[in-house]
């Protein structure tokens, strides 16, 4: 698998990555290497053996259905460059 | 039979017969006290941002923890769609960007949903029964809210939203009508409510639909499709699918191609238009998410719950069915999950069953359409209901008398048994008063005594004026045996 300039900019876009056409360069070299390094896992023979979804031995946690967080809208506003009334306001987006 | 059922769904085009295929992605919210991944609250109509944890707002270095009770809603649905119930599921991301999604991404399922396979039968108010495959039901987060007429330049967002739980409910294309799929919707909601995994309530978006559509030549494989989003009533899943389908089909008949997009319904002119985000939206990048576990679970709890689920709109159709009443009658009762609480709450107050069916359709879904009110919210309880219906089986009143003693506990309310003795409503059995009642209208009317004995038929009009004259208290069984004796008339004809 390699990758051309064209996926190296797709990519930085979906990732909202300001990529200069220079550091195109130096990154589809980058992640060329870094893909053929990983590629080496190919050799190991995984017939029959289920995707791992993790490392962790064991099982996921489960909570009861209690409210027992949120009511700090104010606290959550702190951080926002924009707030009116306790909405987060952003540049418009609308479909 | 079902050659000529199909061709009556076909859509006519300028250049021949067209099919409709429709594939419905639901997403219906689970109806928990918190969140998904969070301990936030996620009653509806709350102040901004009150009910958004750290978690919801994706600060870092919070971690999700499910919780138990969205499980068991989503397995007991499955359960419910007689679906294949998967003891191994995984959550992954699904990365995109928007302002109402703080993490960069929707924890969701894509590859090990929760819930595999499953099917719904669909009662078409023609009598067809279709059977609707279920491709999957998965577990996800809801996004946030974005509000956009409060400010020319800027959009306000309230993340209550953000991270509620919704099940993703995906049917096969095996839609061929916007009737169909309306029904199918309207199905699935019964299920979901009889289940109480899902208040079902669209006005607030507690479930919402995106349809996908396309239309092929019959026979043909399928076309092209475009999915339009948020669809948030049945009338508008009819109205989204009816447009989109002549839209389509006129833009092949004028020579062009469908492109696979999605598009946006317009409730104010009934249209459906592009939404204007870039293709490359769709390149969701999914991986398991590293936060989470494999969500496991045993068997032997699957069981557990199936034992305990409630019965459901088919099972409760066949046993009314049973009972005596007619396929539609039952049809009718169960789909809606109040008709039928209020029609099981009749029967248990005493009446019935067939009666109270019939009481129900002849009396008060007329009264309550026309009052435009749900049967919830109707001024007669089911208890008073019951006794109605009761007193008409057991005699007390006749069926004239039921429809008035209803106009008054309608309108007055009270207790219909009490209202029977105080207002004269009994029925009257007693021969002898219904005699004296039937002998003053003939000597009345010595002319249609006459025409009566010639026609037969005509003894309807005595029995309506005993009747009248009596206020409508005389048994009409009563008055009918005796016109017929003293007219001479054979006893039933």
Redesign the interface.
Known sequence: MAVDRDTVR?IA??A?LAVDEDQVVAMEGELNALLTWVEQLQEVNVEGVPPM??V?E??????????????Y?QD??LNAP?T???????????? | MSEAGNNSKLLNGATGKWEVVIGLEVHAQVASKAKLFSGAATAFGAAPNSQVSLIDAALPGMLPVINRFCVEQAVRTGLGLKAKINLHSVFDRKNYFYPDLPAGYQISQYKQPVVGEGEIFVDMPGGETITVGIERLHLEQDAGKSIHDQHPDYTYLDLNRAGVALMEIVSRPDLRSSEEAAAYLRKLRAILRYLGTCDGNMDEGSMRADVNVSVRRPGDPLGTRCEIKNVNSMRFVQQSVDYEARRQIDLIEAGGTIKQETRLFDSRTGETRPMRSKEEAHDYRYFPDPDLLPLTFEQAWVDELARSLPELPDEKKARFIQAGLSPYDASVLVAEKEATDYFEAMVAAGAETKAAANWLSNEYFGRLNKAGMGIGEGPISPQAAGAIVWMVIDKTISSRGAKDLTDIVWHEGGDPRAIVESRGLKQVSDESAIEAAVAAVMSANPDKCEEVKAKPKAAAWFVGQVMKSTGGKANPQTVNAILRRRLGLPEDG
């Not at chain 1, 064991?58 to 009511?71: A, F, S, W």
């Not at chain 1, 009116?84 to 479909?95: A, I, S």
Request: avoid cysteine.
């Open positions: 797709r876009r979906l909202r979804a993790s962790v064991q099982r996921l946690k489960l909570r009861e259905d209690v409210v027992t967080d949120g009511g809208a959550l506003m924009q009116e009334d306790n909405f987060f306001v952003v540049p418009k987006v609308v479909e």
